[in-house]
Structure formats: structure tokens, C-alpha cells
């Protein structure tokens, strides 16, 4: 157990593809509240993304950090489910409580929601404080690398869930990222047919078969046969592309379902006209809070396969080297995991 008094070390965005160490006092535990000492977290595209200025959230200075993995270090007044020790996943997901949204379960839609690491504080420290009914508890199974994950993996179950995945339909993911190889897996889970991924990294490509793809298509091979028109029963647009979008379309059959998933950063242009004549089910998917405890079964059980993803890892004092890595855009890097263990703790 570390102790209390000990002061919090963090990272921070300062401005445009900066960042800077900086040392602070640990916040205050309200009640309600649990703080967590993290123990990995995840780099996404979306922390380079705010870096870079192309998604508008918080504002420098701040900690970002959203897929996150610790260990509960202290427990506020009121928090009878948590103890210190516990091993636990963070939903960085936060918002009012009390509107419609929120009550039906569906906290993502309350108008008041944000998220830790986008517009608030996140898991770029050592010690993070979040509302005790944001954490779930971590089989043994399952470790910390590992869980960090459960966020990337709740928003893509939360697109299957919406998709109605039938036995034996055709599906395509579009774009060979973290979210197009879980969306492989969890097609197969849910009992599409053959399921292809559509790609321009032959190292993705290849993790994409080992994982349960069924065909790839590499768009940078002159000879490459992409899916036929009117093939598909379902694709996933994990790219977010005018170019991906355009293909989505073209290859669904007459009555196919599209999820659109990937973030285009600015508003593209959509062949309605085929979309209407060809009846296509068009379906855009974020959050999903109510996915959270089927994921970490999936995880516990092994139905989603994460470590094959984890490619490189960093310590905590290299941060800023995990970002400028993860920025170079190298093809062997597909996920990017900050690890802090006790030793780190001890010497830093």
C-alpha cells in the first residue's frame, strides 16, 4: 500500500503535441468516490487526436488517459463495494445521475455527460479519483495490461450488440486498427458467417486471420480483390473515411446494415441515393455502458483476445516516449500499453 501522504506524479497535455511531467497533491477522496492508483494504461488514437487539436475536448493543461487499469488505494464515506486492494477497470464515462437518459441506463446520451482523459482529469497520474460506480472488478485471469482494454472493447460490443448479427451473415470490417481487429472477434462470437477485413497493413492483416478473419484484402496490393457490390450483409466502417464510407456502401447487399464507427474529424460526403434505394440500415455507435460486465467475462473467459494487440510497452516515466512512438504511425505498433509497478513507484 502506498502511503497517503505521498505526492502524485502525472503527465499532462500542454498544448499542442506537448506534454510535461509535473508533480501534485493527491486530490481529496469525497464521498461517493474511489482513487485508484493506476497501474497501465492504454494509448489511444484519440489521446493524439486532442494532442493535435483535431478532437475538440478539454483543454491544456491536462492529464488525458482514458483506458485504464488499477488497484483501489482509498475508499470515500458511503462506498460499501470497494476496498482497498481490489483490482479494478475504470469506465471513464461520467454524467449527471438523474435525467432520462441516465435513469433508462443509458448515461452516454445524458446531454451533461463526459469522460476522464477527454474532458476531465484522466489516468495520466499515478493516483486518479473517480465516482466509486465507475469501476469493475478484475478477475485474477485477467491482468492490468489486459484490462485496460475493456474500454475499447465495451464500445465495439456495444456496435455488435446494435448490428443484430445473425448466424451465418456476410460481414467486412473496413480499416485494420485496434477496433477493426475486435470487431473481427466479436462478429465470430456472434455467429456471423465468413467475416472479412479490408485493411493496408499486411502485419495487421495477417493478426486479422490469426484472430478469426476468414479473408483480407490489403487495398495496397495492385492485384487485390476487394468484396463485390451488393455482397455483404453487414460492414463496419472502423476507418472513418470518405473513401471507406463510399466502399461501405457499395459492398452491402440490398437491406444491409451499416455501422459507422470510425471518427472522421469533418464532416464527409454520403451517397444518399444508394443508401435510400439499396433500404440500408445506417447505425452510429459510441458508449455502451450496460456491455461493461459481459466484456470483462470475455476477457476472464478468453472470448476476446487482447494481448495479441499489447505490442509495445512503456514505463511510466517513459510517457512521453510512448506518445511520440505511437505518433510515428510504425505499422508494427498496433497497441500501446504504460505499465507502473511497485518498483517504478520505489525508484521515480
Known amino acids: 500500500m502506498t502511503n497517503a501522504n505521498a505526492r502524485n506524479q502525472m503527465w499532462e497535455w500542454t498544448g499542442f503535441n506537448a506534454m510535461a511531467p509535473r508533480e501534485a497533491e493527491r486530490a ?8 485508484v492508483r493506476i497501474r497501465a494504461i492504454g494509448i489511444c488514437g484519440t489521446d493524439l487526436h486532442i494532442m493535435s487539436g483535431h478532437a475538440e475536448f478539454g483543454k491544456p493543461p491536462l492529464p488525458l488517459g482514458h483506458e485504464l487499469a488499477g488497484v483501489v488505494e482509498r475508499v470515500g464515506a458511503g462506498v460499501a463495494s470497494w476496498r482497498a486492494g481490489d483490482r479494478v ?3 471513464p464515462l461520467t454524467a ?3 435525467c432520462e437518459a441516465c435513469l433508462a441506463g443509458n448515461k452516454h446520451r445524458c446531454l451533461d455527460s463526459g469522460e476522464f482523459g477527454l474532458h476531465y482529469p484522466g489516468g495520466w497520474q499515478r493516483f486518479m479519483v473517480v465516482p466509486a460506480a465507475n469501476l469493475y472488478l478484475l ?5 492490468f495490461a489486459e484490462a485496460t482494454q475493456a474500454e475499447t472493447l465495451h464500445c465495439c460490443l456495444g456496435g455488435i450488440d446494435k448490428l443484430d448479427v445473425r448466424i451465418g451473415d456476410q460481414a467486412t470490417v473496413v480499416g485494420d486498427g485496434p477496433t477493426g ?4 472477434q466479436l462478429l465470430k462470437a456472434a455467429g456471423a458467417g465468413k467475416v472479412r477485413m479490408i485493411g493496408m497493413r499486411d502485419y495487421r492483416l495477417r493478426l486479422a486471420r490469426e484472430l478469426g478473419a476468414d ?3 490489403n487495398l495496397r496490393d495492385p492485384d487485390a480483390i476487394p468484396p463485390a457490390s451488393n455482397a455483404q450483409d453487414i460492414v463496419i466502417d472502423a476507418a472513418g473515411t470518405e473513401t471507406s464510407l463510399a466502399q461501405s456502401i457499395d459492398i452491402l447487399k440490398i437491406g444491409g446494415r451499416l455501422l459507422l464507427f470510425g471518427l472522421a474529424g469533418k464532416p464527409i460526403t454520403v451517397d444518399m441515393q444508394t443508401v435510400v434505394l439499396k433500404e440500408l440500415s445506417l447505425l452510429g455507435s459510441t458508449n455502451a455502458p450496460h456491455v461493461w460486465p459481459r466484456v470483462i467475462q470475455m476477457l476472464a473467459a478468453g472470448q476476446a483476445r487482447v494481448k495479441p494487440l499489447l505490442t509495445h510497452t512503456y514505463t511510466f516515466g ?13 505499422d508494427e505498433a498496433i497497441k500501446i500499453i504504460v505499465s507502473i509497478d511497485d518498483n517504478q513507484e520505489e525508484s521515480q
Open 28 to 35: 481529496d477522496v469525497g464521498p461517493g468516490q474511489v482513487e
Open 89 to 91: 477497470c475504470v469506465d
Open 96 to 98: 449527471c445521475g438523474a
Open 139 to 143: 478477475p485474477d485471469a485477467v491482468g
Open 181 to 184: 481487429l475486435y470487431f473481427v
Open 215 to 217: 479473408e483480407t484484402t
Open 318 to 330: 517513459e510517457m512521453d516516449k510512448a506518445i511520440a512512438f505511437a505518433r510515428s504511425q510504425t
